[in-house]
């Protein structure tokens, strides 16, 4: 069906190129000299269509049997590999184990590669995320060491946090220690 099509689009090609000649054996004439400007650049207009299509073809029909090869290729290794398969049954079971293997190994090699990727991109936003608060604990002693008032006031509330930490844990402790009095006497 290629080779029909094929050339019947080379004898529209012929064709063709055969009316592009006798449009330039008609303005070639000694009888049309007052259109000659316009008629040369429908000529030429004509010729770069003729030749845009015939490049079109010949690279369209060069495409298609590069196909056309490369499937006749495969099909022949196709049919080899199904003749090796069917070919003697320990070498078959053998082939099939080893295929196996390999495939078992190909997808454990790709889930090693996506856990060290992740593991990269993880480390990658700890980075990032340490520089970030690098850059708010800087700005946060800029400002304490600008505003001594703020710096005072948040010294005074980490020393009453401190302090009320320690008399919760004695009343804890306490408490405690009555309690395992109280249990076992």
Do not use: W
């Amino acid at each position: 069906m290629f080779e029909t099509m094929a050339i019947e689009i080379e004898q529209l090609l012929a064709r063709l190129t055969g009316v592009n000649d006798k449009m330039a054996e008609y303005t070639n004439s000694a009888g049309v000299p007052s259109l000659n400007a316009a008629l040369m650049h429908t000529l030429q207009r004509h010729r770069d269509i003729l030749q845009d299509y015939t490049h079109e073809f010949h690279k369209t029909k060069a495409n298609f049997m590069a196909v056309r090869e490369r499937e006749n290729l495969m099909g022949s290794v196709r049919k080899d590999i199904e003749s090796y398969k069917s070919g003697s049954g320990v070498n078959n079971r053998r082939t099939e184990l080893f295929l196996k293997e390999h495939d078992h190994l190909r997808n454990s090699d790709r889930l090693i590669e996506e856990t060290i990727s992740i593991a990269m991109a993880t480390k990658e936003n700890m980075t990032s995320q340490r520089g970030m608060l690098k850059s708010i604990q800087s700005k946060m002693n800029t400002l304490a060491n600008r505003f001594p008032a703020v710096n005072s006031l948040i010294q005074r509330i980490n020393l009453r946090k401190r302090r009320d930490s320690l008399i919760l844990g004695g009343v804890i402790g306490v408490c405690t220690i009555l309690l395992l009095l109280y249990a076992f006497h």
